[in-house]
């Protein structure tokens, strides 16, 4: 599901990663009907029972996507890089990036939504 709060912030948004961050942006909400996003600490975060991550808007190499708890979903994910106790991140330095990390974004997006309702994963 789209928020008008974020394709307004896309609206005002400008950075050559743009077309990148949109389709990344897809391919989170096309994971899971049970995912939505707002426009939180200024940038647009996928929220479900929580929030699951934010866009790093800084980030100018990349694409960054931060979990704010992925420590803590649950599964094998090693684009889901960090250390500490709570928060991961998952990069994307171009559209191929993408590509080679989509179902393993899904995957990320649906175990969160599965945790979070108490489905089994």
């Not at 979990?67 to 094998?76: D, L, Y």
């Not at 890089?81 to 928060?87: D, P, T």
């Not at 974004?105 to 309702?117: E, F």
Request: glycine share 6%.
């Amino acid at each position: 599901m789209s928020s008008q709060d974020v394709d307004d912030w896309f609206a005002a948004y400008d950075t050559p990663l743009k077309p990148l961050m949109q389709a990344v942006r897809r391919v989170v909400l096309e994971a899971d009907p049970r995912i939505d996003e707002a426009v939180k600490w200024k940038a647009p975060t996928f929220v479900y029972r929580g929030n699951l991550a934010s866009f790093n808007p800084r980030s100018k190499a990349h694409v960054s996507l931060v979990f704010h708890e992925g420590a803590s979903i649950p599964g094998e994910f090693p684009n889901l890089v960090g250390e500490g106790s709570a928060a991961r991140t998952m990069k994307f330095a171009g559209a191929w990036a993408l590509a080679e990390r989509a179902d393993e974004l899904t995957a990320v997006v649906r175990a969160w939504c599965d945790q979070r309702s108490g489905a089994a994963t």
